[in-house]
């Protein structure tokens, strides 16, 4: 190739992806011991179920492999109807995707147009912002409050605007907190049906008791666009199949999604092991009951040696490194500890933390000791 043809070939893609960051990912085992060459004692930095998924569902798996070489039912239908009875909603306002950030890929391709404006919060699951950048949105981002509750006023006000879409996590990721009943029905009140209201909720079971609410309640009654995010990566501990769903107000938002996501997306066998999560709800509520004592035991750990995180609901906790985050979360692998430092503006100095089993816990909190001692 001649020196004047010689080029890295951005010309051919949009600014609109050219501009994006790199997804924060977490560090992959096999890749942490090729690069670090000593083993993780505790990987923490990806919110993952340390307690696994259910035998049902590894069984389901184990039982389905011999069927690879056939493709999935590109409707997922059994899997579609289980959830929609479970919730009450007919199968064809359910949509599955290869876990939720398929699904938000998906929303923002159905709905957004160059220059239309999107509403989220800060700090933020990154997708909710990069998704609508590279569609050509603009993006606002509000602040949650010092007390680190959510910011209503300020997202009432954005409403008032008529954004094309308001989307945010509650429980929150990546800080954690939870929005209360009350600042969810003001939110309705002030949504215009030219807004749809995408309600991200990765992290719903692990709502402590106090904070639970029915929000698919208020959303059914609203008459409003909406779409519920749910996942099985997170509690049901299946995070390597990769299968989330949508609850949708009604068929018509159903529809724009399967047109807009990949048909095949999601596997013979992730749909398979996520009817038996699904099902197996003693499994569930065992997972989400220990990463929630741990959750308890680990914040009053970390406060006493002086870090401040913020509230959670979640299966981690954000909090305040009092320097990079990145470059902590760069200290503690080299002890074996993986979490996940934060890059986002202005929280570049918090990291996130994900709950693990006791043994993980203390070797966290040990290798925080030994950075200080």
Same mark, same amino acid.
């Given at each position: 190739?001649?020196?004047?043809?010689?080029?890295?070939?951005?010309?051919?893609?949009?600014?609109?992806? #050219?501009?994006?960051?790199?997804?924060?990912?977490?560090?992959?085992?096999?890749?942490?011991?090729?690069?670090?060459?000593?083993?993780?004692?505790?990987?923490?930095?990806?919110?993952?179920?340390?307690?696994?998924?259910?035998?049902?569902?590894?069984?389901?798996?184990?039982?389905?492999?011999?069927?690879?070489?056939?493709?999935?039912?590109?409707?997922?239908?059994?899997?579609?109807?289980?959830?929609?009875?479970?919730?009450?909603?007919?199968?064809?306002?359910?949509?599955?995707?290869?876990?939720?950030?398929?699904?938000?890929?998906?929303?923002?391709?159905?709905?957004?147009?160059?220059?239309?404006?999107?509403?989220?919060?800060?700090?933020?699951?990154?997708?909710?912002?990069?998704?609508?950048?590279?569609?050509?949105?603009?993006?606002?981002?509000?602040?949650?409050?010092?007390?680190?509750?959510?910011?209503?006023?300020?997202?009432?006000?954005?409403?008032?605007?008529?954004?094309?879409?308001?989307?945010?996590?509650?429980?929150?990721?990546?800080?954690?907190?939870?929005?209360?009943?009350?600042?969810?029905?003001?939110?309705?009140?002030?949504?215009?049906?030219?807004?749809?209201?995408?309600?991200?909720?990765?992290?719903?079971?692990?709502?402590?008791?106090?904070?639970?609410? #029915?929000?698919?309640?208020?959303?059914?009654?609203?008459?409003?666009?909406?779409?519920?995010?749910?996942?099985?990566?997170?509690?049901?501990?299946?995070?390597?199949?990769? @299968?989330?769903?949508?609850?949708?107000?009604?068929?018509?938002?159903?529809?724009?999604?399967?047109?807009?996501?990949?048909?095949?997306?999601?596997?013979?066998?992730?749909?398979?092991?996520?009817?038996?999560?699904?099902?197996? @709800?003693?499994?569930?509520?065992?997972?989400?009951?220990?990463?929630?004592?741990?959750?308890?035991?680990?914040?009053?750990?970390?406060?006493?040696?002086?870090?401040?995180?913020?509230?959670?609901?979640?299966?981690?906790?954000?909090?305040?490194?009092?320097?990079?985050?990145?470059?902590?979360?760069?200290?503690?692998?080299?002890?074996?500890?993986?979490?996940?430092?934060?890059?986002?503006?202005?929280?570049?100095?918090?990291?996130?933390?994900?709950?693990?089993?006791?043994?993980?816990? #203390?070797?966290?909190? #040990?290798?925080?000791?030994?950075?200080?001692?």
């Amino acid at each position: 190739m001649k020196d004047s043809q010689m080029s890295d070939f951005r010309s051919l893609i949009r600014p609109e992806i #050219n501009d994006l960051p790199d997804y924060n990912a977490g560090l992959a085992l096999d890749r942490f011991r090729a690069t670090y060459g000593i083993d993780c004692v505790a990987k923490l930095d990806s919110n993952e179920n340390p307690h696994g998924p259910s035998p049902r569902a590894i069984a389901a798996i184990e039982a389905a492999a011999t069927g690879v070489a056939r493709y999935p039912d590109a409707g997922t239908l059994a899997l579609r109807q289980a959830i929609g009875t479970g919730y009450g909603l007919p199968a064809e306002r359910v949509v599955m995707g290869n876990g939720s950030e398929d699904l938000i890929g998906a929303i923002f391709r159905a709905v957004l147009r160059p220059g239309d404006h999107v509403v989220t919060i800060c700090p933020s699951f990154g997708l909710h912002e990069f998704g609508a950048l590279a569609c050509g949105a603009t993006v606002s981002k509000l602040p949650f409050n010092e007390d680190w509750s959510f910011p209503i006023d300020g997202i009432v006000d954005a409403l008032a605007d008529k954004p094309r879409v308001l989307m945010f996590s509650s429980p929150s990721n990546p800080a954690g907190p939870a929005i209360t009943s009350d600042g969810f029905d003001r939110i309705l009140a002030g949504l215009d049906p030219e807004t749809l209201f995408v309600f991200d909720e990765a992290y719903v079971e692990f709502l402590s008791d106090d904070a639970k609410f #029915n929000a698919l309640e208020r959303l059914e009654t609203s008459n409003l666009p909406w779409i519920s995010l749910r996942t099985f990566s997170k509690a049901y501990g299946l995070a390597g199949v990769r @299968v989330g769903y949508a609850l949708c107000a009604n068929e018509v938002l159903a529809k724009s999604l399967l047109k807009t996501r990949n048909p095949f997306g999601v596997n013979a066998l992730a749909v398979v092991a996520a009817h038996e999560a699904f099902a197996d @709800v003693d499994h569930l509520e065992h997972s989400t009951r220990a990463t929630m004592a741990e959750r308890g035991r680990l914040y009053e750990e970390m406060t006493k040696r002086g870090y401040s995180a913020a509230p959670s609901h979640t299966n981690f906790l954000f909090f305040d490194c009092g320097e990079s985050g990145a470059g902590f979360a760069e200290k503690l692998r080299h002890k074996g500890v993986l979490i996940k430092g934060w890059l986002e503006q202005p929280y570049e100095n918090w990291a996130r933390v994900t709950i693990g089993t006791p043994e993980q816990n #203390n070797a966290f909190l #040990n290798a925080l000791d030994s950075l200080k001692g």
